[in-house]
């Protein structure tokens, strides 16, 4: 569809079990990254009334939730992801649209968001406290969880489906209600999530969307007063100011934020296996993961072999339209994203490495239509250049010599963040230093640094997160209190 197509659907927010329209009256457009011209549909800029009346709701909506029991609760998520599944195609399609990775991704995280559903689904059922022995022996002591009470939760547009979820999941099923407040770039995608728990019932307000933009909307999200905690993932800058305004109201947040993730290539390597994995894990969904990698340290000893393997398989890589049969690669998210990526590549360029691979928007005429660049390969990049500290969010690998297996994690532990970090490796000695000194939250061996189990911890050390964990059943620590009970009869 054309700007001109007056079909095109416009989205609203929910709020209070119903879709409304902003005061404002005012809309803001998705378009698609693969062909700028195309829009995909529209979304609400809201106000601070409209979050102002999404907040009241949640309050309301809370205590009621929380005393349903967890199979209760857990029965809404299962009802949603039924549906969710039903509508895969149409999801996935949606936000292949919306941010462009390609289908079989988003297909493959919509599928992800079912499970995750029906994991939380269970998590109402399995216990949540320790008895633990009171030194009075006529007493139970005990702990329980306590919901944190409203949740506030921004999320940026790389995995608009499961990061959604990953963090609603969670915060609904210990009791708590929620705000969403969605990337601008991936509204329509959220918000056909929310219609899947709209549509399994979910009672009234216990799940909020409002749309618009991060500089009011995220700002209420954490300044309002029935706001009790916070949850967000996306850049350093806006999670750190969130968190400063969380601090001075004494709220929980939570914090998920950049990577500069390294896979270290060691002599004893199986080098088709690290090839795979620095492709998949680097430049799989167009390099915009926390977790993908973009250090790649290899031993002196198989880096040309190593090397002349990547760039023979870089070579084959199609970059196109996400909904295009046979593209390995889509766009990236967003005009201001290819901006970014494009900086990056004159700034390696200036710093002095040398570029291998890539580093231009490709040259054919349907490329012209959409954010898309080449993957690119750099190499004598040393660990001060930009390229080696700042996390890029494209398609950019760095390749790093190395003598030593010691100078490799030397190498790969010199980073302000610490999220995800992978070793190839055949020696058990080397798999067990790697363990104990890398200093990041997800550390793989033999496999790529992407790709999280929904069941895991998962969190970063240093700037990459306020050091709390999602996803699996860490996500209780953040989205409930523990109460310690005494009880004297
Ligand atoms: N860790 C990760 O997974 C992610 C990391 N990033 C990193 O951040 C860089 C910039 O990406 P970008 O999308 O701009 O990231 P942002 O941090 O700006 O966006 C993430 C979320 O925060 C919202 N937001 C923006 N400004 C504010 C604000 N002042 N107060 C509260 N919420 C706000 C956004 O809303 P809106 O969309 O309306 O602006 C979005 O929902 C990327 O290049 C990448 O390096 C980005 C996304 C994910
Ligand atoms: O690697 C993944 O599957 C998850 C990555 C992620 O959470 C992110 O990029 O925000």
Redesign the pocket.
């Known amino acids: 569809m054309t700007a001109t197509d007056v079909k095109l659907k416009t989205y609203l927010n929910y709020i209070n079990g119903e879709w409304s329209a902003s005061e404002t009256e005012e809309t803001g457009t998705s378009y698609n990254p693969a062909n700028k011209d195309e829009i995909v549909g529209f979304y609400q800029l809201s106000s601070s009334n409209d979050f102002d009346q999404a907040a009241t709701s949640a309050r309301a909506a809370q205590k009621e939730w929380q005393k349903l029991s967890g199979n209760v609760k857990g029965d809404y998520f299962l009802k949603a992801a039924s549906i969710l599944e039903e509508r895969i195609d149409d999801v996935a399609t949606t936000m292949t649209k919306e941010m462009g990775k390609t289908f079989p991704e988003a297909k493959g995280e919509t599928a992800?968001g079912v499970a995750i559903l029906r994991y939380y689904a269970g998590e109402g059922m399995r216990s949540n406290g320790d008895v633990i022995p009171s030194s009075d022996s006529g007493a139970l002591m005990f702990t329980s969880r306590a919901p944190v009470g409203v949740v506030g939760i921004v999320t940026?547009w790389?995995?608009p489906v499961?990061?959604p979820l990953w963090k609603m999941a969670p915060a609904l099923i210990y009791g708590n209600t929620v705000v969403i407040k969605p990337a601008s770039e991936t509204a329509i995608t959220c918000a056909k999530v929310i219609e899947c728990l709209h549509d399994a019932g979910i009672p009234s307000g216990v799940v909020n969307m409002v749309t618009g933009k991060g500089s009011v909307i995220g700002q209420d999200i954490v300044e309002h007063p029935e706001i009790n905690g916070i949850s967000f993932?996306g850049s350093n800058a806006v999670g750190k100011q969130l968190a400063h305004t969380a601090v001075s109201r004494g709220i929980k947040y939570q914090l998920?934020m950049g990577?500069k993730n390294p896979v270290i290539v060691a002599n004893d390597a199986n080098l088709d296996l690290a090839v795979e994995a620095t492709i998949s894990g680097g430049l799989k969904?167009t390099g915009?993961?926390?977790?993908?990698t973009s250090r790649v340290i290899v031993q002196n000893d198989v880096y040309d072999k190593f090397k002349e393997k990547l760039l023979k398989k870089v070579e084959e890589i199609t970059v196109g339209d996400g909904l295009e049969e046979g593209t390995w690669m889509g766009p990236l998210v967003s005009e201001k994203q290819l901006n970014t990526v494009l900086d990056y590549i004159e700034i390696g360029k200036e710093e002095g490495a040398k570029l291998l691979f890539g580093g231009n928007k490709p040259s054919s005429s349907n490329a012209a239509i959409g954010h898309y660049v080449e993957p690119t390969v750099f190499e004598d990049v040393s660990p001060n250049m930009r390229i080696a500290r700042e996390e890029i969010f494209g398609p950019v690998l760095a390749l790093m010599k190395v003598d030593t297996l010691e100078e490799a994690l030397n190498m790969a532990n010199d980073s302000e963040y610490g999220l995800?970090a992978s070793i190839f490796t055949t020696k058990i000695s080397n798999m067990l230093s790697f363990m104990e000194d890398m200093d990041a939250g997800m550390v793989r061996i033999n496999a790529e640094?992407?790709?999280?189990e929904l069941q895991a911890p998962?969190g970063g050390m240093k700037q990459s997160s306020s050091h709390s964990r999602e996803q699996g059943r860490a996500a209780m620590e953040f989205y409930t209190n523990t109460k310690t009970v005494f009880v004297k009869g």
């Open positions: 992800r940026p790389n995995f499961a990061i993932t998920e990577g969904s915009q993961k926390c977790t993908a995800s640094s992407a790709g999280v998962f």
